[in-house]
């Protein structure tokens, strides 16, 4: 049966539901408060990484991030302040980081990853789309014996999941970057991961939704709901009202904001991440993260992205130039020829990701609203989730049995 839906959020899970419910014969409408052009669905590292098993909130997570609290050029930065939201989400994130946790998530994680992944290849061969889209592998580069250590268990433990993961010598690393000088110890390879250029991805994505029917309003904030009966009857922008048989709530870092609305307790705060590019031309042909400045370094289409750190400081767009200065520098420690220059750092982006207190997304209906599917909270992860949360989204809405057990991802889960 058709319903008419509408998506509120823009970003790559908002357009990937959009995809799956056009595709599933419903009437879809999606609603932005931005011009849709910018954001951590554009500034992203553009990683399909099946890799990526183990949630934030691991075991020893909390005590690095106490350590690096007052260090705001660290990998990870939780700026402390005195917030009901904040707090309430730190107990929960501190009470999520233990290894019972992780390995309840770890099945959980590598199944809608690898979903998503198959998902893009169906899009790109179905749609014949052309957005860049290659399958090199993720390289874990370390530069110290303990850090080798810590990610050649972390590539055993993926490969006991079925995952294609080794650890890998010099002369094998040298014979996969033969364009690059590396100053490293040691890498870990994950065959099983592929990139892609965000960009070019989000544009065919979007004009292939107009051409098919969905309806596009950018620049309407969402600024009240109407509810009778647990129900939703219309949405409030700052322009219009918005009536709708079902609503999908993936408006990212925002989403809680909303959900409050709703008397939804979604705890989630937004992790801000920055990227880099650079057209130098930097030889580097594998997709790597430099394991202890937690740097992620994509080779895209024409150009090449350094991006990193993960900033909880609330919901803002303020570049903080210590968090830029520390990916470039991180990037000339590891590749020691590449100098990231004045301009590019001057050109550095930001990008919010919604992080829940346990790494895991919320994707579903909550006890609160019959007809309301959330869809957030994916921490880094959203990329590699996009397009499986969309097709999951459409299932629930279609009263289809869902591809997975969406049991770890349950909205009214307690922390």
């Known amino acids: 049966m058709s319903k008419k839906v509408i998506v509120i959020g823009g970003g790559i899970i908002g357009l990937c539901s959009a ?39 691991a075991p020893g997570v909390m005590k690095k991030g106490l350590k690096w609290m007052f260090n705001s050029a660290s990998p990870l930065y939780i700026k402390p ?64 014996e303990k850090m080798l250590e810590e990610e050649i268990e972390t590539a055993l433990l993926a490969k006991r999941e079925g995952l294609d993961a080794n650890e890998i010598s010099i002369e094998e690393l040298k014979n996969l970057e033969p364009n690059v ?22 544009s065919e994505m979007k004009a292939h939704l107009k051409a ?28 219009q009202t918005f009536k709708a048989d079902e609503f999908v709530l993936a408006a990212g870092s925002w989403s809680h904001i909303l959900g409050k609305k709703l008397g939804l307790k979604l705890l989630l705060q937004a992790g801000k991440g920055y990227r880099i590019n650079t057209n130098q031309n930097t030889g580097i042909q594998i997709p790597s993260i430099l394991a202890e400045a937690k740097v992620a370094v994509t080779p895209m289409n024409g150009f090449t992205r350094f991006a990193g750190t993960m900033e909880i400081a609330g919901i803002n767009h303020n570049i903080n130039r210590v968090r830029v200065e520390a990916i470039a520098n991180a990037a000339t420690r590891y590749y020691p020829e590449i100098e990231l220059t004045a301009e590019e750092k001057d050109n550095a982006a930001c990008g919010l990701r919604p992080v829940s207190p346990d790494g895991l997304p919320y994707i579903g209906k909550s006890s609160k609203c019959n007809n309301l599917t959330i869809a957030a909270g994916h921490a880094m992860m959203g990329w590699s989730m996009g397009t499986g949360t969309g097709k999951l989204v459409a299932e629930i809405i279609s009263n289809k049995k869902t591809s997975m057990d969406l049991l770890m991802f349950v909205p009214d889960r307690k922390f």
């Open 19 to 57: 995809y799956y419910l056009q595709k599933e014969g419903h009437q879809v409408i999606i609603v932005d408060q931005s011009n849709m052009d910018a954001g951590a669905s554009y500034v992203n590292a553009g990683y399909l990484s099946p890799s990526h098993i183990v949630p934030l909130s």
């Open 81 to 144: 302040r005195l917030d009901a939201d904040f707090l309430k989400w730190t107990m929960a994130f501190n009470k999520s980081c233990n290894s019972n946790h992780v390995a309840k998530a770890i099945p959980a994680i590598k199944t809608i990853s690898l979903l998503s992944q198959e998902l893009y290849d169906d899009i790109k061969h179905d749609e014949n789309f052309s957005f860049h889209y290659e399958k090199k592998g993720l390289l874990m580069l370390c530069q110290t």
């Open 212 to 239: 098919v029917g969905v309806t596009f309003y950018s620049n309407e904030k969402v600024e009240d709901l109407e509810v009778i009966n647990k129900k939703i009857i219309s949405i409030k922008t700052n322009n």
């Open 181 to 202: 000088n590396l100053n490293v110890k040691g890498a870990t390879f994950y065959k099983c991961d592929s990139h892609t250029t965000p960009h070019e991805f989000m």
